[in-house]
């Protein structure tokens, strides 16, 4: 199994989930899960093992997001056609997508594990100038990729 299934199968993401998520608010108030996450980890030096607590918050909410708005009226949003871009992104193999969109897309999701390795040895090393780069660059990068997804499902459903 490839990480993409893997991923949508931890997040039991079906047909009823992916239209729910399909919901801008749902989109958007994923954005700061990862500055959330940064700020979270960073406090374990308030915080001890308590920092465990914040942590797992985020964890069930990033599961729990997808499932809490309803699915939108339309998809004309911004976010609603990003969102179902990425799920036909991810169905690539089953129903192939125009090669520049699948380039651009690995090029972005490769800057985008870039930047989260930076990210973690930032935390790791309680280091603000590599956390903020890497948070910086992972989020650009996933943003940008958000994008071309826009882009990939509007190019496929005109």
Excluded: C
């Excluded at 997508?97 to 090393?125: K, S, Y």
């Excluded at 903020?132 to 499902?153: N, T």
């Amino acid at each position: 199994m490839d990480n993409r299934k893997f991923t949508e199968r931890l997040m039991s993401m079906d047909d009823q989930t992916w239209a729910r998520h399909a919901n801008p608010w749902s989109g958007w108030t994923r954005v700061p899960i990862l500055p959330l996450l940064a700020l979270a980890v960073w406090s374990r030096v308030w915080l001890g093992w308590y920092v465990l607590i914040p942590i797992a918050a985020l964890v069930v909410w990033t599961w729990l997001n997808p499932r809490v708005f309803g699915p939108p009226k339309h998809l004309d949003a911004w976010m609603s056609r990003g969102v179902m871009g990425e799920r036909m992104w991810l169905a690539r193999k089953e129903v192939p997508i125009p090669p520049h969109h699948a380039q651009m897309a690995f090029v972005l999701n490769l800057a985008a594990g870039g930047g989260v390795v930076v990210f973690a040895w930032g935390l790791w090393q309680l280091d603000l100038g590599l956390t903020l780069a890497g948070l910086v660059g992972a989020m650009g990068a996933k943003l940008w990729f958000l994008d071309r997804m826009v882009w990939l499902y509007d190019d496929t459903n005109r």
